[in-house]
């Protein structure tokens, strides 16, 4: 788990790994989900629906993991990037 340096953080409940998993460079595909290349791959409901799951847990944990918060930027940029991508092409 991330933490600030000098802080302690306790281990969330299990639920909430349910509602929202912390990614853990555990296997190719997690390290990819942990520095936020798996977007490149993702359809934008997928994008949207994984940002859904994550605002849920975001809602309530009390301590977020940073990396989450480091998530939501990423899923928010990508979402971005891809809305305006759709709009210029449709206006062209």
């Known amino acids: 788990?991330?933490?600030?340096y000098g802080t302690t953080r306790r281990r969330p409940p299990r639920w909430l790994d349910d509602v929202y998993r912390c990614?853990?460079?555990?296997s190719w595909e997690e390290w990819q989900r942990l520095s936020h290349l798996?977007?490149?791959?993702?359809?934008?409901?997928?994008?949207?629906?994984?940002?859904?799951a994550l605002r849920?847990?975001?809602?309530?944990?009390p301590t977020p993991d940073a990396w989450?918060?480091?998530?939501?930027?990423?899923l928010c940029?990508?979402?971005d990037q891809r809305t305006q991508q759709a709009r210029a092409s449709h206006a062209a």
């Open 68 to 74: 989450l918060l480091e998530r939501h930027a990423a």
């Open 38 to 52: 798996d977007l490149a791959g993702m359809s934008l409901p997928e994008l949207r629906r994984d940002l859904g």
């Open 77 to 79: 940029t990508e979402i």
């Open 23 to 26: 990614a853990h460079p555990w």
């Open 56 to 61: 849920m847990r975001l809602h309530v944990d």
């Open 1 to 4: 788990m991330f933490a600030p």
